[in-house]
């Protein structure tokens, strides 16, 4: 493929920054997005909302900064983890203390593991088939969250209005999905939440609430509610390194779908150099007592769509998403978003997800049909975790305290059903299936 720019190429400054405000928007987008729900899960006030939405932009913009300078030095973006906010939403119950030092922990331990080397030894476990079910999970285990983004009630709309309007929305964002093409079609996600926004405002009157510039000021710090104090709770503890081993295969995944498209050197290096700054980008992160960070396999598809590859595009880009940090102003006014519309691109987004697992299962079977074992090994755990998502909270609330966080979350009952029955019960169906790091 022919790249206007190549990795270590330097821009002009108008190409450079134009470049950087296309990456920008794809990172808001998705800080705007996973963040909301993030802070909607432990805080209730607007004004303390719009700080963890501060401190994910600041944590995010560090990431990608430190990743370009001193990390994998490639032209992929960082941003929250899908998978760490699920590992927030299934531990509620627990102390903000309590969730926010086992994300610490949990990125501590990654950036070891991959410092020391230990972490190959950990990454032998996850086959193709894990890696499948993993990414699977990480989509049916969301359902819960936007069931409940969708069917919100604000200013009076009925259910079945928001259902219709939700519909109606995720259809769109896929016919553009199909039509459009280049920036426009990275820059979908951020189009459809303005054009969702202003089409609810316009149907349903009154039903957004009020922005609160005047109240927030347009420039602020964010230096509350760090993690000062480490509260230790070992189920929830659990849930997050399940859900830390699910990140670190992302990561991988992440920084070496640029091999093909742009076979720098030191590959190896840049992997090991990418996943410790990304554990110690969550230990900064859960130091703020926010979701962590980790690296985005959409970058390729960023990169081909502007035909630029140079790493010093994302700089300019990086700095924006740093200095919005400082804005509560300007990150209300991009916090206005309708719940209906962020469930309805989480739904987009997870379908991206969902979709990978289904390729990957494929990947590399030389049109060999699925057998009995494959389709056990991916199709139980999958319904493990749909079944445990979906417990009703009372069922959850009779567990003992401690297996709550580990029993009510989908995602790590479905993973070590997985681990189980690929390592155990099938252990000796293994082989053919192949290893993979992404």
Known sequence: MRLDYQLDERLPILKSVVLGLQWAVVVTSLIIILGKVAAGAHLT?????????????????????????WGHKLPVISGPA??????VLSSQAAS???????VMIG???????????????????????????V??????????????????????????????????????????HRLLKGIWKSALIMCVMILGSVSYLVLFPGSISPLHLGEVGLVRGFFSGL?????????????????????????????????????????????????????LSNVLAGFFGVIGTVNFSLSPGIVISTACASQYALLPGALLILALSFSPAIIDLLDSVPPVVIGCVLLY???????SGLM???????????????????????????????????????????????????FVMGVASALALEHLIFRRSRVGNGKSTS
């Open 45 to 69: 006030q607007q004004q303390e909302q719009i700080t963890y939405l501060q401190k994910l932009f600041f944590v995010s913009a560090l990431s990608i900064l430190v990743q370009l300078l």
């Open 82 to 87: 899908t998978i760490v906010l699920l590992g």
């Open 96 to 102: 903000v203390d309590a969730v926010y030092t086992s």
């Open 107 to 133: 990125g501590l331990i990654l950036a070891i593991l991959t410092m020391t080397g230990l972490f190959n030894l950990i990454r032998n476990l996850f086959t193709r088939r894990i890696v499948a079910v």
């Open 135 to 176: 990414l699977l999970l990480i989509a049916v285990t969301m359902a819960p969250t936007i069931v409940r983004l969708i069917t919100t009630e604000e200013g009076g709309v009925s259910h079945l209005a928001n259902i219709l309007f939700a519909l109606a929305l995720v259809a769109l964002m896929f016919v553009l």
């Open 227 to 279: 993690i000062t104090r480490p509260a230790l709770d070992p189920g929830v503890l659990v849930a997050f390194l399940f859900c830390y081993l699910a990140l670190s295969i992302n990561d991988i995944g992440a920084i070496q779908s640029m091999e093909p498209l742009l076979n720098p050197a030191n590959m190896a290096r840049r992997v090991k150099r990418g996943m410790t700054l990304t554990g």
């Open 349 to 355: 987004i997870i379908t991206s997800q969902f979709a």
């Open 360 to 410: 990957l299962i494929f990947q590399g079977r030389d049109q060999e049909p699925l057998d009995y074992d494959d389709a056990v090994v991916i199709g139980l755990p999958v319904l493990v975790g749909t079944v445990f998502a979906f417990l009703p909270d009372a069922v959850v609330e009779s567990f003992p305290v401690v297996l709550r966080p580990t029993l009510g979350n989908g």
